[in-house]
């Protein structure tokens, strides 16, 4: 659906619109939330994850040739772990409990993202993930919820389209300390799996944005999200004379979110589930032929004017946020998910990984930047000798921060293995969405 509307800004005498904005929609995902009858054997779930899957490519190939909407991503977001760990009666019980529903569902991911390519008949067919594969230490003893762990590290570095997390607490019921402990081991046991693994707190209701996404196994439905910074630079640098940036932004943002509010409506339709809105959050999605055509780090700059992590970046991040804010009210659209604004992933957005590695743009930097976005620590490598006591650090910062703000945060660390092979830019790569990245300084001892 292209961004354009009837809406006009009057400056002076002169009234401009947004016709000269006119371009496809990129959505990150659609993602459904689905519920698989429990008592299956795995063949039969198997089976089913590929129906459900199935069903929901066509129907997002169906949405893309009506309307110029393009899907990165197709997503299915399966009902947490939680109830099955809570009946294993060891360690090992539990880590065979997640295990087998990691090998399922990625068994069946291989073959919807073969579907995907037949059905789209496209080189840029969406890839399709599965997730909402969660634990919290609060709702299980501690054996559980380590063997929900030893299955998420010996399955997420050999895979490809699966996610997970765990809920490592919010206000309501506190920080779980001794789950912040056993998490820390093991995202520096995970190595490059985790990017595919992250630490919650708080929690952000039906985002279709992995690791985070999870389903309480309650209520079917379907959610949408944006991920397109690139035409909010289009819209900055081709706005019509005398309209500010700001305007610029807010109304491209504005008509974005009613483009995926109107595609994920049609797909819910089609899938006959519930449509449970937008998470208008922006995430850059990394294209190493342009790499910097689709980041909100630049976008950011626009904002600040000064070159990410330098003083007055923090102002204008605040300042880009209540635009974007404003544009999801004036837009109508039922929203969900993380509380708007943008996300700040170091190696899916080449400007950030820049600043890191120009020093510009430091750990402190990007947690203090979380008081007005909701990143976290976004997909950020650090170094191979980086220890579960430090990594434990970060999460109580992060921690710390949810807290402080009320806001769902996440941490996706990945520590690389010493042996790693970097670029010619002295960067992590971790190919397709996922991008490349310099490591992110914690310790000074770290190298």
Same mark, same amino acid.
């Given at each position: 659906?292209?961004?354009?509307? @009837?809406?006009?800004?009057?400056?002076?005498?002169? @009234?401009?619109?947004?016709?000269?904005?006119?371009?496809?929609?990129?959505?990150?995902?659609?993602?459904?939330?689905?519920?698989?009858?429990?008592?299956?054997?795995?063949?039969?779930?198997?089976?089913?994850?590929?129906?459900?899957?199935?069903?929901? +490519?066509?129907?997002?190939?169906?949405?893309?040739?009506?309307?110029?909407?393009?899907?990165?991503?197709?997503?299915?977001?399966? %009902? &947490?772990?939680?109830?099955?760990?809570?009946?294993?009666?060891?360690?090992?019980?539990?880590?065979? +409990?997640?295990?087998?529903?990691?090998?399922?569902?990625?068994?069946?991911?291989?073959?919807?993202?073969?579907?995907?390519?037949?059905?789209?008949?496209?080189?840029?067919?969406?890839?399709?993930?599965?997730? *909402?594969? =969660?634990?919290?230490?609060?709702?299980?003893?501690?054996?559980?919820?380590?063997?929900? $762990?030893?299955?998420?590290?010996?399955?997420?570095?050999?895979?490809?389209?699966?996610?997970?997390?765990?809920?490592?607490?919010?206000?309501?019921? *506190?920080?779980?300390?001794?789950?912040?402990?056993?998490?820390?081991?093991?995202?520096?046991?995970?190595?490059?799996?985790?990017?595919?693994?992250?630490?919650?707190?708080?929690?952000?209701?039906?985002? %279709?944005?992995?690791?985070?996404?999870?389903?309480?196994?309650?209520?079917?439905?379907?959610?949408?999200? $944006?991920? &397109?910074?690139?035409?909010?630079?289009?819209?900055?640098?081709?706005?019509?004379?005398?309209?500010?940036?700001?305007?610029?932004?807010? +109304?491209?943002?504005?008509?974005? $979110?009613?483009?995926?509010?109107?595609?994920?409506?049609?797909?819910?339709?089609?899938?006959?589930?519930?449509? *449970?809105?937008?998470?208008?959050?922006?995430?850059?999605?990394?294209?190493?032929?342009?790499?910097?055509?689709?980041?909100?780090?630049?976008?950011?700059?626009?904002?600040?004017?000064?070159?990410?992590?330098?003083? *007055?970046?923090?102002?204008?991040?605040?300042?880009?946020?209540?635009?974007?804010?404003?544009?999801?009210?004036?837009?109508?659209?039922?929203?969900?998910?993380?509380?708007?604004?943008?996300?700040?992933?170091?190696?899916?957005?080449?400007?950030?990984?820049?600043?890191?590695?120009?020093?510009?743009?430091?750990?402190?930097?990007?947690?203090?930047?979380?008081?007005?976005?909701?990143?976290?620590?976004?997909?950020?490598?650090?170094?191979?000798?980086?220890?579960?006591?430090?990594?434990? =650090?970060?999460? =109580? &910062?992060?921690?710390?921060?949810?807290?402080?703000?009320?806001?769902?945060?996440?941490?996706?660390?990945?520590?690389?293995?010493? &042996?790693?092979?970097?670029?010619?830019?002295?960067?992590?790569?971790?190919?397709?969405?996922?991008?490349?990245?310099?490591?992110?300084?914690?310790?000074?001892?770290?190298?």
């Amino acid at each position: 659906m292209h961004i354009t509307t @009837k809406a006009a800004v009057t400056s002076g005498r002169r @009234k401009t619109t947004m016709a000269d904005f006119a371009r496809t929609v990129l959505l990150r995902a659609a993602a459904v939330f689905v519920n698989i009858a429990p008592g299956l054997s795995p063949e039969q779930t198997r089976r089913a994850t590929i129906g459900a899957g199935t069903s929901l +490519i066509h129907a997002a190939h169906r949405t893309s040739r009506s309307a110029p909407v393009q899907f990165a991503t197709l997503r299915m977001v399966f %009902p &947490d772990l939680s109830t099955a760990l809570a009946r294993a009666t060891s360690r090992t019980d539990a880590a065979e +409990i997640a295990a087998e529903a990691f090998v399922i569902r990625e068994a069946a991911a291989a073959d919807l993202n073969l579907t995907s390519r037949e059905i789209f008949n496209s080189p840029e067919a969406p890839q399709v993930f599965v997730g *909402g594969f =969660r634990a919290a230490p609060h709702d299980l003893p501690e054996f559980a919820f380590q063997g929900f $762990l030893d299955a998420a590290v010996a399955h997420f570095p050999r895979s490809n389209w699966q996610f997970g997390s765990v809920m490592l607490g919010n206000a309501e019921r *506190g920080v779980h300390q001794r789950g912040i402990e056993q998490t820390a081991e093991a995202i520096r046991d995970l190595r490059l799996g985790g990017t595919h693994f992250a630490a919650v707190f708080g929690d952000p209701a039906h985002t %279709p944005f992995m690791p985070a996404a999870a389903h309480d196994g309650r209520h079917p439905m379907l959610t949408a999200c $944006l991920s &397109d910074p690139g035409a909010l630079l289009t819209a900055i640098n081709t706005r019509p004379e005398g309209m500010t940036m700001d305007d610029a932004v807010r +109304i491209a943002q504005r008509e974005m $979110l009613r483009a995926a509010d109107v595609a994920g409506r049609g797909v819910a339709a089609q899938l006959g589930v519930p449509f *449970g809105g937008v998470d208008p959050t922006q995430a850059p999605v990394f294209d190493a032929a342009a790499p910097t055509a689709n980041s909100i780090g630049a976008v950011v700059e626009k904002f600040s004017g000064v070159p990410l992590g330098l003083p *007055g970046t923090k102002a204008g991040f605040h300042h880009l946020m209540r635009v974007l804010r404003d544009a999801g009210v004036e837009s109508g659209v039922r929203q969900c998910g993380f509380d708007g604004g943008s996300f700040l992933p170091v190696a899916e957005d080449a400007v950030i990984a820049a600043a890191v590695a120009s020093g510009q743009l430091t750990y402190d930097g990007i947690l203090s930047l979380s008081h007005v976005c909701c990143t976290g620590l976004d997909m950020a490598p650090v170094a191979p000798n980086t220890t579960p006591a430090t990594i434990a =650090r970060v999460l =109580r &910062d992060v921690a710390a921060t949810h807290l402080i703000k009320g806001k769902a945060l996440g941490v996706r660390l990945i520590v690389p293995e010493a &042996d790693t092979a970097l670029d010619a830019n002295g960067y992590v790569t971790f190919g397709g969405l996922l991008g490349a990245a310099p490591l992110l300084s914690l310790d000074p001892e770290s190298r």
